[in-house]
Every structure is written in structure tokens, then in C-alpha cells.
């Protein structure tokens, strides 16, 4: 059996830690670059208000700049913060117990990751949340974030039928709607972006916490 992992919001907590920080650099950025605020922890606050009902940063940074009456030909420099190196001493905490379940499901099923976003800067998180990227049989990187003809190739090369194949995630749209569409069975990580709102009645099973897939995937 495979199990296809994303890391963002379900093996490591992004939106608890990275985005934060990327955010406010993001916003020093747009300052420097001309973006008047009378407080800029009050504009940050906004910010992150924005970011917290937006599928992808990137799209949070440009309704701020739209809200704030920016120029958008100035966004450039703030939009790539998002992909520059973190501080050599920034950690990353997984989400809870994200190296037990891997280490747990590792000894009995075939496990993959499929993440979306710029590789250097997915596996530079990987590191810092001390994931053994050895662990995974296969790693993917789209930095489109379109994963189905990923899922698909995995599928073929590990010679799986739809019935033998996992995915989790927390994107609903994203992650596991492309993986339905081929036939796998879909968990639904509800940590950061995707705790938001009701549960999605698209997934077949929907988890708080990783330790849940225990009762899930046998």
C-alpha cells in the first residue's frame, strides 16, 4: 500500500510558524519599496487577517497590496521573500507526532511526499522540521502545486491499483480532489489553512491530528 503525504500543514506546522515570519518580511519588504502604513503592526495584524482566508500566501500579499492601494508592478520583491532562506537557527515543529506516524506506517507501506512550491525552499523546510526525507520512497516538487499527474506516475511506478493508494493533506481542492479524480482514498489533515471552515464532505475521512490515520489506514 502507498501513502502520499503533503509537508505543509500536515507533516510540519506552516502555518503556525513559517508563514508568520515570511508575512511580516514580506510586509518590511513592501515598506522599503514604497507601501506607506501608519502601523506597521497593525498593517501586519491586516495582513495576516488576509493570509488567514486566502489559498496561498502569494495571493495574500497581493490583496494586501490591492487593499493598501499599492502599485502592483512593486510587488516583485516582496513575493520573493516567500522563497528566500530562512535564518540559519529557525526551527520548524512538525505537526504532533508527524515523525512517530511516518516511522510508524514506514515499516508496512510504501510512503511518498508530494508538496507544492519552490524545491529549495520546501526541502530547506523539510530540514529544519528534522524530517528524514530518506524516509519517503519517492519525493515530489511540482512548484505549480498541480499534483495529479504526480499521484498518477506514483501510482505506475509502485504498480498500485486506486484501492492500495493514500493521500493526505490539507488542501481540499489541491491536495485531494486530483487525488479522488483518480480513484485513491483521501484524508483530510484540518491543521492550519485547512482547519478553517466546516468540514468537506469531498474527502472520505477527515483527521485533527496524524496519529488518527492509525484507525484509518490498515
Known amino acids: ?5 503533503d ?24 515598506v522599503e519599496d514604497g507601501l506607506t502604513v501608519h502601523d506597521l503592526d497593525v498593517a501586519y ?4 487577517a488576509i493570509d488567514a482566508v486566502s489559498p496561498k500566501s502569494q495571493e495574500s500579499i497581493l490583496s494586501f497590496a490591492r487593499q ?13 521573500e516567500l522563497k528566500t532562506p530562512l535564518p540559519f537557527d529557525f526551527k520548524i515543529p ?12 514506514h515499516s508496512t507501506h510504501t510512503l511518498a511526499l508530494v508538496t507544492g512550491g519552490y524545491p529549495p525552499f520546501q526541502r530547506e523546510k523539510m530540514e529544519k522540521a528534522g524530517l ?9 516538487i511540482p512548484e505549480d502545486s498541480v499534483k495529479k499527474p504526480f499521484y498518477s506516475h506514483l501510482a505506475k511506478e509502485f504498480s498500485m491499483v486506486p484501492d492500495q493508494i493514500w493521500v493526505c493533506g490539507d488542501r481540499v481542492e489541491m491536495d485531494l ?16 489553512r485547512g482547519a478553517r471552515g466546516a468540514k ?17 489506514i490498515l
Do not use: N
Not at 528524514?132 to 515530489?140: E, G, K, P
Open 68 to 80: 493598501e492601494g499599492f502599485d502592483l508592478s512593486k510587488v516583485a520583491r516582496a513575493l520573493a
Open 132 to 140: 528524514d526525507s530518506a524516509i519517503f520512497s519517492r519525493i515530489a
Open 200 to 216: 468537506s464532505d469531498k474527502v472520505d475521512y477527515s483527521i485533527a491530528s496524524l496519529p488518527e490515520l492509525k484507525r484509518i
Open 94 to 105: 512538525t505537526t504532533p507526532c508527524a515523525k512517530e506516524i511516518l516511522a510508524f506506517f
Open 7 to 30: 509537508l505543509d500543514d500536515t507533516l510540519i506546522d506552516t502555518s503556525g510558524a513559517v508563514t508568520p515570519f515570511k508575512m511580516r518580511c514580506c510586509l518590511q519588504r513592501l
Open 1 to 5: 500500500m502507498l501513502i502520499i503525504f
Open 177 to 192: 480532489i486530483p487525488a479522488q479524480e483518480l480513484g485513491f482514498k483521501t484524508v483530510h489533515m484540518r491543521w492550519g
Open 45 to 48: 495584524k491586516e495582513l495576516l
